[in-house]
């Protein structure tokens, strides 16, 4: 365990400022997240330096696909969420408690830059699987090291994460996919037991730190499927964060405690065309469909990226992400 950040002494136990959630925690509980508990009155992060998962994987699968196409990525992962979504695909990590999980030997921050460095053609770390904002402390230690080594960091978050604690990491973090789960109160408490507003306000933040940022909308039929929210949500997304923001919607499939029927292939075709009259770059995941996950340039229509489940032909690109026709600036490699 290592003492957490942001958090400070409240009558009836500890504040958490790390989330939104601002968890008032007592002797020997944890908050929301599982992972972060008051002992006798300090607040320790219980998975410092603790993993559940770390393996190479395309950046594609993360999903990033405007950020150093076709390259790998040496990705960790913990435990716990400060969201519970009722369909979570990881709920196995995200919403274990650490004494109800058998997590491996330690691995300090230095190994795990040591083992991004040695892995042939990796380009840096991904903070992904669960969610990485409740083990804050390790993600930034490890951030530090691999920014020194000129590795590349990526988180991959539900976006719930206060002001501050997001501030200091954007000094160390390259590129962001950050889930909008959906574009209405109602609905974000219910389904992730968490606020929308927050979310709206990492992602301008994120903007206005001119890191690299694409975003995950998971599409589940009868929940957040409606046309005219959606419609909403992009238009939110064109006005606050830029036209040219990457959107990847997502077919969402049962799993955990949801059994609605999975996304119908119509439904994303649906709002693909909605999403694609506000914004540029839009792609349909978890499902094959046509050629809804390959790259065109905005501005001349060549084809720069074909993809095909995880294998990636970068086809019409420059080495600086330009467009080889026409010039325009698509991608960072």
């Known amino acids: ?22 968890c008032i925690i007592s002797n020997g509980k944890t908050g929301i997240c599982n992972v972060r508990r008051n002992v006798n009155g300090v607040l320790m992060a219980e998975t410092w330096s603790r993993l559940s998962a770390m393996n190479i994987d395309p950046i594609e699968k993360k999903p990033l696909y405007h950020f150093h196409p076709g ?3 040496l990705s960790i992962g913990s435990l716990g969420c400060n969201m519970k979504c009722r369909c979570c695909q990881n709920w196995h990590i995200s919403q274990s408690p650490v004494a109800g999980y058998s997590l491996g030997r330690s691995v300090e921050p230095a190994e795990v830059v040591s083992m991004a460095l040695s892995s042939s053609g990796n380009m840096g770390i991904a903070y992904t699987y669960n969610e990485p904002t409740v083990w804050y402390e390790y993600m930034l230690a490890v951030a530090k090291v691999a920014a020194s080594n000129r590795l590349k960091n990526v988180m991959v ?8 604690p997001l501030e200091e990491l954007l000094d160390y973090m390259d590129a962001f996919n950050i889930d909008l789960k959906g574009f209405s109160e109602e609905f974000h ?3 992730t037991g968490a606020r929308l507003e927050p979310v709206l306000k990492t992602l301008k933040q994120i903007r206005k730190a001119a890191r690299h940022l694409e975003i995950t909308n998971l599409v589940i039929p009868s929940l957040n499927d409606h046309a005219g929210l959606f419609a909403d949500m992009t238009n939110w997304i064109a006005d606050e964060l830029g036209p040219d923001t990457v959107l990847h919607l997502s077919r969402y ?7 609605t029927e999975p996304t119908s292939p119509a439904k994303l075709e649906e709002f693909y065309e909605i999403a694609h009259k506000k914004l540029a770059y839009v792609y ?4 094959s469909l046509g050629d809804l996950q390959n790259t065109y340039c905005k501005k001349c229509g060549e084809l720069l990226v074909i993809r095909k489940g995880y294998q990636i032909t970068v086809a019409g690109l ?6 080889i026709k026409c010039g325009n600036q698509v991608m960072i490699r």
């Open 1 to 22: 365990m290592m003492e957490a950040s942001y958090y400070e002494q409240a009558k009836s136990g500890l504040k958490c400022r790390l989330c939104p959630h601002e």
């Open 71 to 73: 390259e790998n990525i």
């Open 157 to 164: 978050s539900n976006g719930y994460i206060a002001h501050k």
């Open 189 to 191: 408490m219910k389904f």
């Open 253 to 259: 499939h049962p799993d955990y405690n949801l059994y």
């Open 284 to 287: 349909v995941g978890n499902i």
């Open 318 to 323: 420059t080495n600086s992400g330009t467009c």
